[in-house]
């Protein structure tokens, strides 16, 4: 089996975060997100990946490289355009080949990895089978009907009013069938080849699709907030590692700290990650905040927050909460600032509050 993962598209809802850089790559606990789901996949034996690839590729490449890292052989495919899922499997197929394949969005994280789904697909040999999770907001996705063996009805993209709430997880498996699916199916009202059309395709014409239902938190990354969501259940599971250094500082709970990193007459709770060769210096860094590498905290209050690396932020008077800060962004408070701040500001910014 191979792995396709996705690795294309805009991210507008990400900006001005992907104004300059991809969306897959923004960090969630100090790890590009697209990294995730490339863990995923190797632990689960997959050895040969695609990544579909869009106007991020130089950076995706740069970042990701050849899968050495990992183990594994990586092959890019160019994508002219985000036209759609079934767009990225239909300029893919050369690489995929006749073999079965799991597609993984790479703005997806699920907690507790691919094993199980890709057992089930083997053992009961479906032409496709769909991850789903029960949401609160299902005409935000595309929706499933399922019977109670868990077969799939029917599936719709974003509808306006919900047969169910169960939607589909951006990880999907598939045989060679799903070529001769997107052949006949025709672009949407957003031109785009919809998977959803795909597999309504293979449902219309009697081929098998099952469902599996996500055990565990599954977080589709597409939004600010959803970062911060997904940076929050990540960290309460890692563990304490210490490989930096502390002067006169309270250390509590589960935190993270890299390489040459220093933490001076401050205190910091965790669970939180703090990034190789950072500094925090008379600070406060509270629960689930990732501090990225090279990153700089004086006389500031950071919770519940992601600060990518190089970030600058001195002398703010009162907490930054739920925000996320860009690479290498400045934030230099110089005389009284207001109650409270939030952040979403993209890389190489710069900001300073004045009364």
Request: glycine share 10%; no cysteine; proline share 4%.
């Amino acid at each position: 089996m191979k792995g396709l993962i996705l690795a294309g598209g805009s991210g507008r809802r990400l900006r001005p975060l992907t104004y300059s850089g991809a969306k897959q790559l923004l960090p969630v606990a100090n790890k590009p997100i697209i990294f995730y789901g490339i863990e995923a996949l190797v632990k689960a034996g997959i050895r040969e990946l695609g990544i579909v690839v869009g106007d991020t590729a130089k950076e995706v490449k740069e970042i990701i490289g050849k899968g050495d890292k990992w183990g594994v052989n990586i092959t890019y495919i160019p994508q002219e355009a985000p036209l759609g899922l079934a767009h990225a499997i239909k300029i893919s197929e050369r690489f995929l080949g006749k073999e079965p394949f799991i597609m993984y969005l790479g703005d997806n994280i699920l907690k507790h990895g691919i094993e199980d789904i890709i057992e089930q697909f083997k053992k009961k040999k479906p032409n496709a089978l769909i991850l789903l999770t029960e949401v609160t907001n299902p005409q935000e996705f595309g929706v499933a009907v399922v019977d109670e063996n868990g077969a799939v009805r029917k599936l719709i993209e974003k509808p306006k009013i919900a047969p169910s709430n169960l939607a589909l997880v951006g990880i999907y498996l598939f045989d060679v069938k799903v070529f001769s699916a997107i052949e006949h199916i025709k672009p949407s009202e957003r031109n785009e080849l919809e998977i959803t059309d795909a597999i309504q395709w293979l449902l219309d014409n009697k081929y098998k699709i099952e469902s599996h239902m996500v055990k565990g938190w599954w977080k589709d990354t597409g939004k600010p907030d959803d970062i911060i969501e997904a940076n929050l259940l990540v960290l309460e599971g890692i563990e304490t590692v210490n490989e930096g250094s502390q002067k006169a500082s309270e250390i509590k709970g589960r935190v993270r700290t890299g390489k040459s990193s220093v933490i001076e007459k401050s205190v910091v709770r965790g669970p939180a990650i703090i990034g190789d060769n950072a500094r925090i210096v008379n600070s406060y860094i509270g629960p689930f905040s990732a501090i990225g590498d090279n990153a700089v905290i004086e006389n500031s209050e950071i919770e519940n927050s992601v600060i990518m690396e190089g970030a600058q932020i001195r002398n703010v008077e009162k907490r930054i909460d739920r925000s996320i800060i860009g690479k290498n962004v400045v934030i230099n408070v110089t005389t009284k600032s207001p109650r409270t701040h939030k952040f979403i500001l993209g890389d190489q910014s710069y900001v300073q509050i004045i009364k």
